[in-house]
């Protein structure tokens, strides 16, 4: 009997990945695609979703090709993809604009949410702080400002629903844990907000259905079996937001546990297996994909991709020189980054390079490096990146710890975790044990995980966990360095405050204008 395979599809940021998976969990075909955003203004961000969709289809043959898979053994399809996209869609089913979730260009309209229904009510509804990120502001924006835009809107949803008309889905659809990205969506009732939808006059009908992850919503036809070399008839599951597909991926499905992601950017999740809003109306709480559950999400704007822009702009020499070797530019940054003592020699990276979001949610909060001397070099600059950009997971996992949500373990997952020094770095500032997984990709293995539940192989996503998920490397804290990160901790929060209560975030993000 032929071996059976499950293929999980994430559409991110920066790139899109297909990965097929045998029954065991493990990885035998992969292919994957990078692209970028564009930024017409400062502030914002967006990409064009026919480029998406075209470079998911080609990992989808890269896949079946580097595995020599036969596509009549895929047992489903399932996606994960960035959430907090908003997709205006027109009557044909053509994308004509996604606004991304990192675009911060709606301050005017979350204005316009807290003077309607005030932020503490829209917090208690969707659990979500009132904040660019979400599609509700997105959607205001555009019937106010894209006229053009906004009378051929048939449909405004995010990106895996599209993804997953792409693939041959019926309709938009979307799953209980990415519907609250929305903005407009009720996490403890489990529905769309009649009072919000009311109160800013939201035609239901243009929202995507919700559903479970790993509902049966389609089957690959005929076009899409020619663009993907997926099999006519395969089944397209819904699959899981990215943030909270990586979370089933890391095998966070009990109270305690806690996963880091490091993309484009970064999210803190931690599991709960009851409602719950945090006092300080700052943490996002989403539903889990293991129904009636829950999950509180601290987000970060730039993650990784504050890392990349020191790749690109900073360390251009190096990636000059290891794209004419062959050699991988993160690899040699690791080299130089090795003899660099905790602390990178007194010099800190503050990484708002894309505003700030949880738990401090101000979108002209601005990235810098703090301490720089003549003796400071390129490898100080690398690893204050690194330190900054976990300093702010920190901030995220403090404001979890203090209103009482337990963290006994964490696991980290994302690119950055092919890095030995970022993976001690993150046990010695979270200051618990840090493990990583034999399968990185756990947002893909996620979606994988919610289609081998769609088509039976499971009767839920924590069956499939327990089952399928297994984590590789174990990093203990260093005390020593846990205690040298807790003192930079302290300075990295004094400095943000500084400039925030002197307004001196404000003036520079006007002076960008």
Known sequence: MAEKYLVGIDVGTTGTKTLIFNLKGEIVGSGYKEYSCSYPKPNWVEQDVRELIGAMFETNKMALRNGNIDPADILSIAASTQRGCCVFVDKSDDPMLMISWQDNRTTDEVGEIAQKIG??????????????????PKILYARSKLPQIWER?????????????????????????AVALTGLWDTDALRYSDEIMSRFDIDKNKMAKVCLPGTRVGRITKITSEKSGFLEGTP???????QSSATV???VVYPGMLSVSLGTGGMAVAFLDKKYRDPKGKAIVCNHALHGNWQLEGLQNGSAGVYRWFRDEVAALEYYKCQKDGRDVYEALNEKIKVIPVLSNGLLCMPFFAGAASPRWNVNARGMFFGLTLSHTRADMARACMEGIILEQKDIIENFKDNGVAVNKVRIIGGPTKSEIWNQIQADVYDVPAETLKVKDAAVLGAALAGAVGVGLYANVREAVDDLVKFDKRYEPIPENAEKYRELFGIYCDIYQALSDNGVYDRIANLQK
């Open 249 to 251: 991926g890391a095998g």
């Open 119 to 136: 932020d503490e009510t829209y917090y208690r509804i969707t659990g979500m702080p009132n904040a660019p990120t979400w599609l509700l």
């Open 153 to 177: 809107t048939h449909k405004h949803v995010q990106l895996q629903d599209v993804i997953l008309k792409a693939l041959g889905a019926d309709d938009y659809y979307t799953d209980e844990s």
């Open 236 to 242: 397209v599951c819904v699959g899981i937001g990215d």
